[in-house]
């Protein structure tokens, strides 16, 4: 069993998934494993990604149709061997060779299943200018008003079993349900420095239209009730 799974969804990302996997793979901080989950490209992308497993053996991959990023994400929930999990963009990178090392020499606080740091904004999007760090600390208040980058963020695998995997009827914003829903229920920390260079022109680059605009109010009171309750009766924290 690894300490991570960095699992990343791929379609047609030849282009990118080169520079994605490099800068995995020059980590200083080896314990992990890389689950490629791939929605039948037809390009070159899992070629190109079967040349790395020379470098790295811990490289394994899945290539069938699925459904979008997120269905791809929840079948590499499925996958992945690690404690840890991390999801990565096929057109985004790690920030740094040292950003495992950091992140696990982190002293954790009992009960910890979601840690997170900042992204680096590559790009303009319709959330952050290029140039900037997206998003500091959150808390309950500023989650319930913007989402934390999943670029950003490690969770314990078993916040997924017992709370839930991604929700595929969001297309676009099931990562922002998903953090609702997990960011009441355990202790995070937030990690001072960048974890990834996030890349405009993906799918949450542009103004955010979806169907949890329907549901985001019931989401955000339901969050809150959740934080105030394990807030109020420790025992109700994950573990």
Not at 27 to 35: A, G, K, M, N, V
Request: hydrophobic letters at 40%.
């Amino acid at each position: 069993m690894h300490l991570l799974s960095v699992i990343i969804p791929t379609y047609n990302s030849e282009k990118t998934i080169e520079r994605c996997l490099s800068s995995l793979l020059s980590q200083t901080f080896q314990d992990f494993e890389i689950c490629i989950i791939d929605g039948s490209s037809i390009d070159e992308t899992i070629s190109k990604a079967n040349q790395f497993r020379s470098h790295f053996k811990n490289i394994r991959i899945i290539s069938e149709s699925d459904a979008g990023t997120y269905d791809a994400m929840n079948k590499g929930i499925d996958f992945a061997q690690g404690y840890w999990l991390y999801f990565l963009g096929s057109d985004d990178e790690l920030f740094d060779e040292n950003v495992f090392l950091d992140v696990f020499n982190t002293n954790l606080p009992r009960n910890c299943g979601m840690m997170y740091g900042n992204v680096y904004v590559n790009g303009d999007t319709a959330w952050a200018k290029s140039g900037s760090a997206y998003d500091g600390s959150f808390s309950i208040e500023k989650i319930l008003q913007k989402n934390i980058c999943h670029q950003a963020i490690f969770y314990q695998k078993n916040l997924f079993v017992k709370f839930g995997k991604y929700k595929i009827q969001y297309p676009v914003c099931a990562d922002w349900e998903a953090n609702l829903r997990l960011f009441p229920k355990t202790k995070s920390i937030f990690i001072d420095r960048f974890i990834a260079t996030f890349y405009g022109g993906g799918l949450s680059t542009g103004e955010i239209v979806d169907p949890i605009g329907l549901d985001l109010e019931r989401l955000r009171r339901q969050a809150l009730r959740e934080y105030k309750l394990r807030r109020f009766n420790p025992l109700l924290a994950f573990r």
